[in-house]
């Protein structure tokens, strides 16, 4: 993976939610989204760390892992809009974009719930004798979620290659790590019996690199790691907190969260024409997935239960 490439995946995560926030203010996108605006440095690390047929599972806040997966952004914003093009029909949304094709086994809007997921996934494969490996992402807040700490026990105790991704941005919605989690987030990790480290999750190499370690240990059966990325998100924790302007962050924090940006960060490892021509190869893609999203039909009202449930039917 070379250096425009990994630039490539955190300019488009951040161009493409800055866009769909954008839309979500035009009325497009109905409901509003979690925008992962900082934290584009852990989906584009980790995911460049991972084989086409390795599959991840998502948050509430999921745009970017989707997309640093492979995602077509054009699909991914016509998800967002509702719109029959979507990647899921338009049925799923922000919350619940999936693309099993590329291994996104889903976003999901449970906090704490995909760890258990990808858990199964990836024992599920070890069991068919394929080497797949699942990543799950996941923040801080979930780091108190019973469903989590299960799946870490299962994980480790089967030796499940998955690879644990904590992005600690600092809060669960309004409220600081420090006053939700007791002890420290790797050391709970490590009392499970598995490898944690602390990783600087705004600079995409670094992420890379941890990860990469991590997917190859998995790969050859030795088991789970944890991955403590630590973050700042930049933006609100849901678009509606535009409008309520909860005044939980200091300016100063703010300030000093986003110095360290991710596109910044990567972005001073090109050539200042490359990177132009990165930037301009990314906006021509995202006017034409405007485009396709905003020329896309919506379902049919009388279609909308439709995909929506398994069939009743038992397999027998
Ligand atoms: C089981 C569950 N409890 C509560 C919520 C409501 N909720 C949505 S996002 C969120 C905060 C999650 O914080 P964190 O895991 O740190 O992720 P971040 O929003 O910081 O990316 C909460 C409490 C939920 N969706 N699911
Ligand atoms: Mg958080």
Redesign the pocket.
């Known amino acids: 993976m070379t250096a425009d490439q990994l630039y490539r995946t955190v300019r488009l995560i951040r161009r493409f939610e800055e866009r769909a926030i954008g839309f979500v203010r035009s009325g497009e996108i109905v409901g509003g989204i979690?925008p992962y605006v900082g934290q584009e440095a852990i989906a584009a690390g980790v995911c460049a760390a991972l084989r086409p047929d390795d599959v991840i599972t998502s948050?509430?806040?999921g745009h970017g892992h989707v997309l640093a997966k492979g995602a077509d952004p054009a699909r991914m914003l016509a998800e967002l809009m509702g719109r029959e093009s979507g990647l899921n029909k338009g049925r799923g949304g922000s919350m619940h974009a999936a693309d099993f094709g590329l291994g996104v086994l889903g976003a999901n809007?449970?906090?704490?719930a995909a760890g258990s997921i990808a858990t199964g996934a990836a024992w599920a494969y070890r069991r068919q004798g394929r080497d797949v490996v699942a990543a799950s992402f996941?923040?801080?807040?979930?780091m108190n979620?019973g469903m989590l700490l299960e799946a870490f026990n299962l994980a480790a105790l089967w030796q499940v290659p998955v690879v644990f991704v904590c992005?600690n941005?600092g809060?669960?919605?309004t409220m600081p790590v420090q006053s939700a989690v007791a002890g420290s987030i790797t050391g709970r990790a490590r009392a499970f019996g598995m490898p944690a480290f602390t990783v600087d999750g705004q600079d995409p190499e670094k992420v890379l690199a941890a990860t990469s370690a991590a997917v190859a240990r998995a790969r050859s059966g030795r088991g789970p790691t944890f991955l403590e990325c630590t973050t700042y998100?930049f933006d609100a924790?849901h678009t509606f907190e535009h409008r309520t302007r909860l005044n939980y962050r200091s300016t100063e924090e703010l300030s000093t969260g986003r110095s360290r940006d991710p596109v910044e960060i990567q972005g001073a490892r090109l050539a200042a024409e490359l990177r132009a021509a990165v930037d301009a190869e990314i906006e021509a893609l995202l006017d034409a997935a405007a485009g396709f999203a905003l020329g896309s039909a919506h379902p049919d009202p009388a279609a909308a239960l439709e995909f929506l449930y398994a069939s009743p039917e038992v397999q027998r």
């Open positions: 979690h948050t509430h806040r809007a449970i906090v704490g996941f923040g801080d807040g979930a979620e992005e941005n809060y669960a919605t998100r924790h």
